[in-house]
């Protein structure tokens, strides 16, 4: 047991260019500024996390991150890595309100301990085996950036297209959508607009698209977050399933909307909450039957990876939104991303998430 006694956690800066800004109704990022995070085992194991704190989504930044992980490694360092779960919950004891550093020192952790192992991520989280094919995000901007994306994504083979809105007008925001259902006529659309509307205009939005015989299959985060019984009194007007993201930070959260009958799905991100905790909203919604959205912030392929495997592994999760590796001019491992058209092609006969930085 002795070679899985966690030796040493390191933190470093990962800027990451990206080929265009991220915008999104509450800002956009313009660079990843995120956080590295190894993880190394007495017996020898290398383990890889990342941080990717959002700052117009949740305040947290890359130096709020770094503080916070040399803060934590200490809880870590010296104690079993197969001691992940109890170890998660001491971290987030001690810094509550920065779970994108505690995701990431979780994720090397048990990447870590299933290299050491010699076990697939994915077979650790469950075995499921789902396969995952991802969306792509349609970023806030202007009719012919949206146009031009949509094209382009179609020709790549993406079969699903996720358009943030929220950051314009009902009116505008509808035009652009017409746009890509134009450009992409066989692409299914998600909506996502960050908490940018209030109901009235998600609404509006909704009526014009319907007018102009637009079909959308599922609309993220309409309102803000923090009234659940708004997006529950939405929900019965609305003729789109409603998804959850920014409402949906906490596991008890989610118990909230789904006493309420607030949303259809949640969309899960392990930066949101840390990677324990996530499980727990997993099997909230599995149990309430609500869709599962497995998602992220703006990652590299080292933290989107292994929500993939998290996701593969247990299974049930009817959206995929793992496309931010995407947007970087150049990821941090030798091996990159592995998408094939739209679908992930995840190794599951191999340790970790099988990746070496580079
Ligand atoms: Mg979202």
């Known amino acids: 047991m002795a070679a899985l006694r966690i030796s040493r956690v390191e933190a470093r800066p990962l800027d990451l260019a990206l080929s265009e800004p991220f915008a999104i109704a509450t ?3 313009l ?19 990342e941080a990717a704190p959002f700052p117009a989504v949740s305040g947290e930044t890359q130096a709020s991150s770094l503080a916070a992980l040399r803060a934590l490694a200490p809880l870590v360092e010296g104690r079993l890595a197969t001691e992940w779960r109890a170890l998660a919950e001491a971290l987030a004891r001690s810094v509550p309100s920065e779970p994108a550093a505690r995701a990431g020192l979780e994720m090397a952790i048990v990447d870590a301990l299933t290299r050491a192992l010699g076990v697939p991520l994915a077979a650790l989280y469950g075995g499921a085996g789902q396969p995952l094919a991802t969306d792509v995000t349609i970023t806030a901007g202007d009719s012919e950036h949206a146009r031009r994306s949509a094209e382009s994504f179609a020709r790549r083979g993406f079969r699903t297209l996720k358009i943030k809105v929220g950051a314009a007008s009902a009116g505008d925001d509808a035009e652009r959508v017409a746009e890509v259902h134009g450009a992409a006529p066989d692409a299914r659309l998600v909506l996502d607009a960050n908490g940018g509307y209030d109901e009235a205009a998600a609404l509006e939005l909704l009526r014009l698209l319907e007018r102009r015989q637009v079909p959308i299959a599922l609309f993220e985060q309409p309102i803000p977050r923090g009234d659940p019984r708004a997006l529950a009194a939405l929900r019965r007007l609305s003729t789109v399933p409603l998804c959850a993201d920014e409402s949906a ?3 008890q959260d989610v118990l909230e909307l789904v006493a309420l009958g607030a949303v259809d799905a ?14 727990a909203i997993i099997e909230i919604a599995k149990a309430a039957r609500l869709g599962l959205m497995i998602g992220g912030m703006v990652e590299s392929e080292i933290a989107m990876l292994h929500s993939a495997h998290l996701a593969s592994g247990l299974g049930g999760f009817t959206e995929v939104d793992l496309d931010t590796p995407l947007f970087l001019e150049r990821g941090p491992t030798v091996e990159g991303y592995p998408l094939d058209r739209d679908r992930l092609v995840l190794d599951l006969g191999q340790s970790g998430i099988g990746r070496t930085l580079a």
Do not use: C, D, P, Q
Request: glycine share 16%.
């Open 27 to 29: 800002g956009a990022l």
């Open 31 to 49: 660079a990843a500024n995120n956080v590295l995070v190894t993880v190394t085992l007495e017996g020898g194991s290398l383990g890889l996390g």
């Open 249 to 251: 930070r906490s596991a």
């Open 266 to 279: 949640i969309n899960v991100k392990v930066m949101k909450t840390g990677l324990v905790e996530a499980l």
